[in-house]
C-alpha cells in the first residue's frame, strides 16, 4: 500500500496517431440487408460514428475536460489504483465511493461528480455535500492490472483497503451500477460498519433459495428470456476472454463496436437512436480510455473473476446486506428487476424508487434522477 501521487491525463501523440491510422485503414464489410441493430452493431452507424471520430473528435479537448478533476493513483493490494477525488463543500462532507462497470470508464461520472461534491453550485445545499471518490476498477482504464482475473468481491477488498487504508476513511457509503452494484454489494456484506450503507441502481445479486412464489418465478422465467440474446459476450468474457482479446486489442473499430452496441441496446434510447440519449464525443471518449490504456482485455477479465468467486450469489446460507440499501429502478435496465420481496432477501432495503425513464448508464442517462436519489439517501443515514 502506497501514499497517494497525484495523476495527469496525457496520452502520448504517438498512441493517438496509431489508433487514428488503424481507424482510417480499416476495411468495411458487410451487414444483413434487414440488419438495423438486431444483428449486432449497426454498420451505418459505425461508420457515421467512425469518420466522425477520424473528422472532429478532439481527444485532447476530452482529456482537459476529465483533468479538471484531481486524479490520483495508490498501490493497493500490488496494483496501482487510479481515482477521481473531489473533495466536497461545507464541514463535513460524506465520503462516497462511486464504481463503474463494463463497458463504462470513470467517465460515466462526469456529470455527477460536481454536483455530488457542490450542490450548493446547483441550486442545492451544502448539507447534502460528499466527499467523492471515483476509482478505475482494476484491469480497467488507468488503474493497473491484476496479475490473473479478479471479480467483483475481491474488488470491493481492493477498494475498501483503498478507503480505509490509504485515504483514511473510517466510514463511507458506495453507490454503482452495472459491476459497481456488485462491489457495492460486496462493500456493504463485507466491510461494514466502514461501509455504512449502499446505493445500487442494478440489481446483479441472487438469492441461493432462488424465487418464492408466482410473482417472483414469472419474473425469473422472463428474465431468463430476456437474457437469451445478451448472454454471448458474457460468456466468451467470463471463458475464454483471451481468444477475444487477439482481435479486439488489434482494432479500434472492434473496441468501438464491441462496446457500442451495449451502449445502444441497454440504455432508454428513442427506437435505435443512439444519439437521442448520448453523443458522439461521450461515447468516443469512453471507448478511448479502453483504447489509449489497452485494457480491453484486461477488463473483460472481470466476468472470468465473478465465475471463479461463485457467480451471482451473495450468500449460499442466505444472509443478506444488512447496511442500509438503496435500490434505484431505471425502467430499461439491462438486467430487469425483480419483485421488491426477492431484494429485500438480499438486502437491508430502507430506500426504494421507481424512475419514469431511464436505462443501465444511470449515471450518463439520468444524471438528475441519480444524484437527487443519492442525496435523498444520504439523508437519512448521514
Known sequence: MTLPTPFRIDVPDAVLERIRARVAG??????????????????????????????????????????????????????????????????????????????????????????????ERFGGTEADAFDVIA???????FSGRPARPMGPRAMANVFAELMTGVLGIDSYIAQGGDWGGAISSWLGYEHAPACRAIHINILTMRDARGPQGAEEAAWAARFEK??????????????RPQTLSYAM??????????????????SDTEGDDIESVYT????????????????FNTASWIYYGRREEGGRVLSPEGRRVEVPTAC?????????????????RIYNVTHWTEFPRGGHFAAMEQPEFLIEDIRAFARTVR
Open 249 to 266: 486489442m488489434d482494432s479500434p473499430v472492434g473496441v468501438a463496436a464491441w462496446l457500442v452496441e451495449k451502449f445502444n441496446s441497454w
Open 328 to 344: 434505484a429502478l431505471f425502467p430499461k435496465e439491462l438486467l430487469a428487476w425483480p419483485p421488491r420481496s426477492y431484494v429485500e
Open 26 to 119: 480499416y476495411v468495411w464489410h458487410e451487414m444483413p440487408d434487414d440488419g438495423g441493430w438486431a444483428y449486432g452493431a449497426n454498420l451505418d452507424y459505425m461508420k457515421e460514428l467512425c469518420a466522425y471520430w477520424l473528422e472532429e473528435f478532439d481527444w485532447r479537448a476530452q482529456e482537459e475536460r476529465l483533468n479538471r478533476f484531481s486524479h490520483f493513483t495508490a498501490t493497493v493490494q500490488g496494483i496501482d489504483i487510479h481515482y477521481i477525488r473531489e473533495p466536497g463543500s461545507g464541514p463535513a462532507p460524506l465520503p462516497l465511493i462511486i464504481s463503474h462497470g463494463w463497458p463504462g470508464s470513470v467517465s460515466e461520472f462526469v456529470e455527477i461528480i460536481e454536483p455530488l461534491a457542490h450542490p
Open 135 to 141: 476509482p478505475s476498477l482494476p484491469g480497467f482504464g
Open 226 to 239: 430476456e437474457q437469451e440474446l445478451e448472454n454471448g459476450y458474457r460468456t466468451q468474457q467470463a471463458t
Open 280 to 295: 458522439k464525443d461521450e461515447l468516443l471518449t469512453n471507448i478511448m480510455i479502453y483504447l489509449v490504456t489497452g485494457t
